[in-house]
């Protein structure tokens, strides 16, 4: 997922997302502290807009492409103030010398306040009566589209304030958009797209891009926005530091930055004070993705990994991995090893199955004071647990590290697929305070949540939809985990935040890796054993 800054001397990306509400609320209070009235950032917005056509498109005025077809600027205006921000870009883009034609979604008599005085300046400055097409009527709209020959489209049907469904009509709109063969930029947001939760109902607009202002919103960062947004560039118009210090965000974004975080390791360390991880699972047939899940851990710190997997993926497992020890393979036998008593922590679930030899295993490794980093079938079996009334005095005190997919995190909180992405934040945070733990939902833009905050990651790519990824990442987490030294005395959620930032750090190392394997080979055919040498490389500071 690329963030851009379009101010090229800014120090950083932003740390902190924040809603929709959050900005809506707050934007005119930061703005009238620093004396800017909210038309005047009705045009900083556009400027920015328009700066970024510029430069990003490096468009033109009047440029003939394959000898035929000008540089002409289709710009789609809804009614409120993002349709506002579409008239000062059109402005600009008339007076700069381009072939401009604006769509105008509604009748004139629906713009009110400050969009309605964008449009009254665009008339009136650029004499562009004879480019400004109003229609009533959806098929209208669709036809305007469709016969558009130029090589950009500018989309400000909706702004940050949308949510729900788009109308069939404007679906119609959004449809002939996302068909057209021109570059498209969205304002602030890809119309149809919730800025606060990333959902999108029936439709949205796919953009190349999409320039975003003030503060970065949430819903432009996870789930199904990274569809939609094409490349994310934010300009702050000169009021984010501000409004990042008078509105509090419990949502922070992960960067390159959290590198730093890294586990230091002493010259003296010895692979006894380094830890020991035990990986449970790897039923028959599945022997792959416990070996995944060890073998992150291996390459990613942890001095020692011992397996416990089904009698007959043993081989599979140790082969052509020495470095991995084996335990025994019943929860009878493993109970007392020395492996299982003096592991730091646990991966428990990859490959494990939901029979009766896994859950032995599972209720087993569940009863001990550990840390477990869970997944797969170990999820599935600890929401049949909790929705049973199972967990007891175990899951009051747990040290639980929850490694979802959606369709995972659904069990966890009994509702659907559906329910998880309509708000991937609020289902992050609900399934952390139902089960007292961490919790890390995978996908696009993954998010992690100690109950109290959310992280955002922002590595990674399409690439990593392929089996065993989660594997590996499972293995990265238990391995931070336990290389981290341990603060005595702290409360059991300062615990949770403290293995929270341990697993941002994870997956910012596993998306980092797939992101330098997709730069080096490409996405597709990218194996999740790939990332293992590179997860070395990063852990070591090399790359």
């Known amino acids: ?74 710009v789609i205006c809804g009614n409120g103030n993002n349709g506002g921000d579409g008239f000062i870009v059109a402005g600009l883009a008339s007076q700069a010398g381009y072939q401009v034609t604006v769509l105008l979604t509604v009748p ?32 209208s709209n669709v036809e305007t589209v469709e016969n558009f020959k130029g090589a950009l489209i500018v989309d400000a049907i909706f702004g940050i304030g949308f949510k729900g469904r788009l109308s069939p009509s404007i679906a119609l709109l959004v449809g002939a958009i996302n068909q057209h063969c021109a570059k498209v930029i969205s304002v602030d947001v890809p119309s149809g797209l919730c800025a606060t939760t990333g959902y999108v109902d029936n439709c949205a607009v796919i953009a190349n891009s999409t320039v975003t202002f003030i503060a970065l919103k949430s819903g432009l960062i996870t789930g199904q926005a990274v ?20 509105v509090k965000s419990d949502i922070s974004v992960l960067g390159a930055s959290i590198l730093t975080e890294l586990p230091k390791r002493s010259p003296n360390s010895h692979k006894g004070n380094v ?22 851990a291996l390459r990613s710190g942890a001095a020692l990994v011992s397996v416990c997997c089904h009698q007959s993926n043993q081989a599979l497992v140790f082969n052509g991995r020495p470095e991995l020890m084996l335990a025994p393979s019943c929860a009878d ?35 001990q004071d550990k840390t477990s980093v869970i997944d797969a079938d170990g999820l599935r079996l600890l929401a049949q647990d909790y929705y049973q009334g199972l967990l007891n005095d175990t899951f009051k005190h747990n040290k639980w590290i929850l490694t979802p997919h959606p369709g995972e995190a659904a069990a966890l909180l009994n509702c659907t697929v559906a329910d998880i992405e309509h708000d ?9 305070e139902q089960y007292k733990c961490v919790c890390l939902l995978k996908g696009a833009g993954s998010l992690i949540s100690d109950g109290q905050h959310v992280w955002v990651n922002t590595s ?24 981290k030294k341990v ?8 615990q949770r935040t403290e293995y929270a930032n341990l697993t941002a750090l994870a997956v910012y190392i596993h998306g980092k890796a797939a992101d330098f394997i997709a730069q080096k080979h490409g996405k597709i055919g990218m194996l999740a054993s790939d990332l293992l040498p590179v997860i070395q490389q990063l852990i070591n500071k090399k790359i």
Not at 10 to 19: E, I, K, M, R, T
Not at 424 to 432: G, Q
Not at 460 to 466: L, P
Not at 487 to 494: C, P, R
């Open 1 to 74: 997922m690329e963030i851009m800054n379009t101010k090229l001397l800014a120090a950083s990306l932003p740390q902190a997302a924040f809603s929709a509400k959050q900005v809506l609320n707050n934007e005119e209070k930061v703005a009238r502290n620093q004396k800017i009235n909210m038309y005047s950032l009705m045009k900083s917005a556009g400027e920015a807009t328009f700066q970024h056509i510029q430069q990003a498109y490096l468009f033109k005025p009047n440029l003939e492409v394959q000898g035929t077809t000008k540089q002409d600027i289709l």
């Open 275 to 296: 830890g020991l991880v035990m990986a449970i699972g790897g039923e028959k047939g599945l022997a792959g993705a416990i070996r995944l899940s060890a073998e992150g």
């Open 487 to 494: 603060v005595k005395g702290i409360s059991q959620q300062q």
């Open 460 to 483: 990674g790519n399409s690439g990593m939809a392929s089996g065993g990824m989660g594997d590996v990442l499972s293995g990265i987490v238990a391995s931070l985990v336990i290389q």
């Open 333 to 367: 036998q493993l109970m007392h090893h020395p492996a299982f008593t003096k592991a730091k922590a646990y991966i428990l679930g990859p490959g494990l199955g939901q029979n009766k030899w896994g859950k032995a295993l599972f209720d087993l490794a569940l009863a």
């Open 424 to 432: 991937r934040l609020s289902a992050v945070k609900k399934i952390a």
């Open 108 to 139: 004139t008599e629906q713009l009110v306040d400050d969009a309605l005085r964008a449009y009254q300046n665009y008339i009136k400055i650029n004499k562009a009566e004879h480019a400004l097409v109003l229609f009533n009527q959806q098929s």
């Open 227 to 246: 569809n939609y947004t094409g490349k994310l560039y934010l300009d702050d118009l000169s009021l984010g530091q501000s409004f990042s210090a008078q």
